[in-house]
């Protein structure tokens, strides 16, 4: 078995700058992570289009997207899987959330990893505040789902630092 040995001072970290990454969006659009300074930024690991749970979660940001909204973060969805799969998958579910193809999973496993399961059996939030320093990263099992008023909570949490610290 092939796999990426992952450079441990990659690993992000809370309370660390955010590693920064380059990805497509559904438009072929490069989307880098550190053009983003300035903004929080919300980062939504679902491990892949059209699968029982990810569409649940997804839904589920869509149905509470104007309450996303209302906290001026970008919140972006990223997994692995062609811009074809994530333009499909967000037209069939009317999805307002970008979503970034992850191809190999190689950011997926820099944000997701976790000491005991290995990126592609969890899903993961990171927040990551306007300065580029992880706030919070919530690993979880990919059988279940983060709660949208707890990824809320968390991106305006970001906000009131930004704002406390000036």
Not at 19 to 44: C, H, M, Y
């Amino acid at each position: 078995m092939n796999q990426m040995v992952i450079d441990q001072s990659r690993i992000a970290k809370v309370g660390k700058e955010a590693p920064d990454f380059i990805l497509n969006d559904t438009e072929g659009e490069p989307w880098r992570l550190s053009d983003k300074r300035g903004q929080v930024v919300a980062l939504l690991f679902y491990p892949q289009d059209e699968t029982l749970v990810c569409t649940k979660q997804m839904c589920s940001v869509r149905d509470h997207w104007a309450e996303y909204m209302e906290t001026g973060a970008k919140v972006i969805g990223i997994s692995d899987g062609t811009m074809e799969s994530h333009t499909q998958f967000a037209k069939h579910h009317n999805l307002p959330i970008p979503l970034l193809a992850d191809l190999g999973n190689d950011v997926t496993k820099i944000f997701s990893r976790h000491w005991w399961m290995p990126a592609k059996l969890t899903r993961t939030i990171v927040v990551i505040d306007a300065k580029g320093i992880v706030l919070s990263r919530k690993v979880i099992f990919r059988a279940f789902r983060p709660n949208d008023d707890e990824v809320i909570a968390a991106i305006l949490y970001a906000k009131t630092e930004q704002l406390r610290k000036g």
